[in-house]
């Protein structure tokens, strides 16, 4: 009934929503763009971080938000709490009681003409780390609350939870499932694709170690221009590492079991989860640069 309703609801997008193209900031260096429309740009030289050790907790979000925490050497309590903040999205923004807002907060979907037609993860990021965006359906801060909101008032521990949380859209749209417009197989095997991804992240493919090996970030200078060109990065038709990631799920018969799937298949999806990780460190660092909080206090 899920697939259903969410392809009626595309269905309707491409009739009736407004596109917004992906913009490109005056110094293309600080944010990652692959615009295929003209010359394909590459990947920025990722700027290196201070080698810290990471730690790890469970599921995806909160594991990839420890990794991102620490290696900017935040202490254990807050790299924690960014964590445990990362996966309250799915939480509070999924069933039918929140009007399945899920399917659109998480997704930034491009047509195969790099056009954004589906999804609200921008405004959703955006409002949590620095508030009201302006927007029509802003502000759209968990209870109406943002980071900055928090860290002016001297709390930096709830400050820290609202950064984990806009965390967690960043996430969801470095992954082709949350950034293209979808084929039926993608809305069938949606929830396949991340349960392989879930049980091959501390063992089988392991992929918590390629992320925690990659001492890297993106810059981030505007946090919704970040989650458009995170997006437009992994989508299937508009970045060879979005096809080429989907295709090898599909060549590997759709498989969710820890050590399944083919080496491409593994290669792929793991650039995507270190690209992710990228982004969100340099969203990490956007909010933590803004309002002077590295510091810790708690």
Known sequence: MKHLSMAIIILGVLLFSCTHEPMLEENPLELENEIKAEAPLEDPAPVPMKNHSSKWSKP????VMAVCASQWGLSSARSAQMAAASEMPDVYQSGIENAYNQQWSHAYLYTIWGIQIWGDADD?????IDGDSGESESPEGYNGKWAGYYYNQGNQSMGDWYVG?????MQDVGLVLHSSLPSLAMLTHHFDYEAWVNNNLTQGHNFLAMVSADYNYYPVTDLKQGIKNCAYGSSYSNSDLGENSWDAYVDSGYPTGTGTGSSALVNYTGQMLVRAARFTKGMIKYALDKYGQWNSNY
């Open 124 to 128: 959703d990021c955006h409002d949590n």
């Open 165 to 169: 949380y806009a965390g967690h859209f």
């Open 60 to 63: 995806t979000h909160t594991n």
